[in-house]
């Protein structure tokens, strides 16, 4: 930062890590891409859904351009980076691979050469979880071997750009932010895991202190993160809020928590239904498009106008006005592709997450309802440029998220690719 251009990195909406990053890589946005979370509904069905992979992304991603131009990218972790493609380079898949057990780097030679250096490589831990002290073991040890292999590759591959994401920050927030962040309302002053957070960025700083050693003064370094992270406030039960509204219609009443797959939902009584996740899709049961939809073509935009205006109206426990935000897919991105909700919905600004189970006692939850978790995803999170040409400290405000692929491009000489809906920032680089 003391010799670069630093700032506030604005993520795409949602903000969300499938699809931030391949948002970052291709200056296009969720709805180019088709992507707009981890899972996605399929179609028209009520129940069936499809997990976002590397062969999801149709767009060309920076490694891409530079590879038709015959320079060199290497690639570890960058999600969603399973199962491994093809590029000019190598690759070494993300969090979402499956297993070691599984075909995870291109070349797939290079799988050998990493596990002769590591043993088995880890790609994730189990971050919800109340074993916090196995979980902080699991997660220092990930890391260390992520930047073993890290170092191993920019030391002996050939690269014009070499990228990494250590989703192990990622996990540290959502398993210890409560530990940490007095203004987070189950923090304990004294708890025998504050200094957890710092402690592990520390160490991130220590392995970034290393690899900086490894690179030569022509080099430039981007620090950057796909989204922010703040404490979670609760969780808020979407489904039964539906049901409490008469949106969505049950045939009897869980006696138990379930999910809404295995509730016995009315679907020809039903007008919409929502997922849970850091934020809430809403789909609305469309007459002629699902197989039981009742609502009329014609009364599609009243009833979502209808719905929002009852969504931002929803309080917190505590009878506070949440400051909830609700989008549509086409006023976020235009023209759209893929398995969009008909809704989108922020709930307080994120500060609550969604919970799309049934059968609570409550429409609000303290914890979240697939497993602890402590942070929630903020809009806004971190930029870093030191570029060789310019090594003045100085603080650049904001930058989008969709400004990223083309200002890197033009550093390293090459045109921004066709579409990008970022411009590039040359007071960064001037």
């Not at 930062?1 to 909406?13: D, P, V």
């Not at 690639?75 to 690759?91: H, I, K, N, S």
């Not at 073993?148 to 192990?168: A, N, S, Y």
Request: proline share 6%.
């Amino acid at each position: 930062m003391e010799e670069g251009a630093y700032g506030i990195m604005e993520s795409c909406h949602p903000p969300i890590t499938i699809p931030a990053w391949m948002v970052m890589m291709t200056g296009k946005s969720p709805g180019k891409l088709g992507l707009y979370g981890f899972r996605h509904r399929k179609g028209p069905s009520y129940n069936e859904g499809w997990i976002a992979s590397s062969e999801s992304v149709r767009e060309p991603k920076i490694w891409d351009i530079l590879g038709r131009a015959g320079r060199k990218t290497c690639l570890v972790g960058v999600p969603p980076g399973f199962p491994p493609t093809a590029l000019e380079g190598c690759q070494v898949s993300c969090f979402i691979t499956p297993g070691p057990e599984k075909e995870y780097t291109f070349p797939s030679g290079l799988k050998s050469e990493i596990e002769s250096l590591v043993g088995r490589y880890l790609f994730d831990v189990t971050f919800r979880t109340e074993d916090r002290d196995t979980l902080l073991k699991e997660l220092y040890e990930m890391t260390e071997k992520r930047f073993r292999v890290i170092k191993h590759l920019m030391k002996t591959k050939p690269w014009d750009l070499f990228m990494f994401v250590e989703i192990g920050v990622d996990r540290l927030h959502h398993a210890f932010w409560k530990f940490y962040d007095k203004e987070h309302p189950k923090y304990v002053a004294g708890n025998p895991y504050e200094r957890v957070i710092p402690d592990y960025y520390e160490y991130i700083d220590h392995q970034i202190g290393e690899l900086l050693s490894l690179i030569d003064e022509d080099t430039s370094v981007l620090v950057v993160s796909d989204h922010g992270t703040k404490g979670m406030r609760g969780a808020f039960c979407i489904n039964q809020w539906l049901n409490q509204e008469g949106y969505l219609f049950l045939k009897e009443k869980p006696q138990k928590v379930k999910d809404l797959d295995k509730a016995s939902v009315d679907w020809s009584k039903t007008k919409a239904w929502g997922w849970g996740g850091y934020y809430a899709r809403i789909f609305l049961n469309v007459e002629g498009r699902e197989s039981d939809g009742i609502v009329k073509r014609s009364q599609y935009d009243d009833v979502r106008k209808e719905l929002t205006s009852r969504l931002l109206s929803v309080r917190d426990p505590d009878g506070r006005l949440m400051a909830t935000r609700v989008y549509k897919p086409e006023e976020l991105y235009g023209k759209f592709i893929g398995d969009a909700p008909d809704l989108m919905v922020y709930f307080d600004d994120l500060f609550w997450r969604s919970a799309g189970t049934l059968g609570h006692s409550s429409l609000y939850l303290s914890e979240n309802d697939t497993g602890p978790d402590d942070s929630v995803h903020a809009v806004e999170g971190i930029f870093i440029l030191r570029d060789p040409r310019n090594r003045k400290g100085r603080n650049i405000g904001k930058i989008s998220i969709y400004e990223v692929a083309p200002t890197l491009l033009n550093l390293m000489g090459e045109s921004p690719g066709e579409g990008m809906e970022g411009k590039v920032r040359g007071d960064i680089l001037c």
